[in-house]
């Protein structure tokens, strides 16, 4: 089945701690995404990579930072930077620019942060 | 940088009424543009998605939307919905450097 995971599905962490959330991709995607979901706010990108090995901030990336080393990978690190980091957390991918056509973004099921 | 609106942050409607839910958009070169549904406890899913050709688009589920490019809209719409219609939904933009942008949702809530 080819799909988005992320792991884990919740996940909570003292204040100051670092934590990093996994989103792995199956579907030979080049571009993916992380976005922050907040009631009333919508998706929020935080940052993006459109290629391996390449990532730029989105619009809120203080206090978050990422990794692109495979193709299938695109962790994300909550750093104790980040002041407000309770959130639901959303990993999403896309074929790219690479391709001749273009493509939605295709959604993982989420990774639920509470900070204690 | 690019916005997206969604005017309507939550909608009452009973069965079988019509549903209309704007979106307007402010970057003013070529787009793409999406509607995508967050079913409760469920994934966000695609709703319906519109490139390029004929303005007015189908979806799954009998939605429909219209692109009007002098308004800067992407405007969905069903003639009647269900209870099973009941979730959250969000207009998205993709720019030409295919960077997403999201709308603040709109919830639906139909009642049985």
């Known amino acids: 089945d080819g799909g988005i995971t992320q792991s884990p599905k919740y996940l909570f962490r003292k204040e100051g701690q670092n934590v990093t959330l996994s989103c792995e991709q199956n579907l030979n995607h080049d571009a993916m995404y992380w976005y922050r979901q907040d009631p009333g706010q919508g998706l929020r990108l935080i940052y993006y990579s459109q290629i391996v090995n390449d990532f730029q901030k989105g619009d809120i990336a203080e206090g978050y930072s990422v990794s692109r080393e495979k193709k299938e990978s695109f962790p994300l690190t909550v750093t104790s930077a980040q002041k407000n980091p309770t959130a639901f957390y959303l990993c999403a991918s896309s074929m790219g620019t690479s391709g001749r056509a273009w493509n939605e973004q295709f959604f993982g099921p989420g990774t639920r942060l509470t900070v204690l | 940088a690019q916005s997206v609106s969604q005017h309507n942050h939550h909608v009452i409607l009973s069965e079988a009424a019509s549903l209309e839910l704007g979106c307007n958009y402010s970057?003013?070169?070529?787009?793409?543009l999406f509607w995508y549904v967050q079913y409760p406890g469920q994934h966000l899913q695609l709703l319906l998605k519109y490139f390029s050709g004929d303005p007015l688009v189908k979806g799954i589920k009998g939605f429909e939307a219209e692109f009007i490019k002098s308004k800067f809209s992407f405007n969905l719409r069903k003639p009647s919905v269900q209870w099973s219609d009941t979730a959250e939904y969000f207009c998205?933009?993709?720019?030409?450097?295919?960077?997403?942008?999201f709308g603040s949702g709109t919830k639906l809530n139909v009642k049985p």
């Open positions: 998205a933009v993709r720019d030409n450097f295919n960077k997403f942008y």
């Open positions: 970057y003013g070169g070529t787009v793409n």
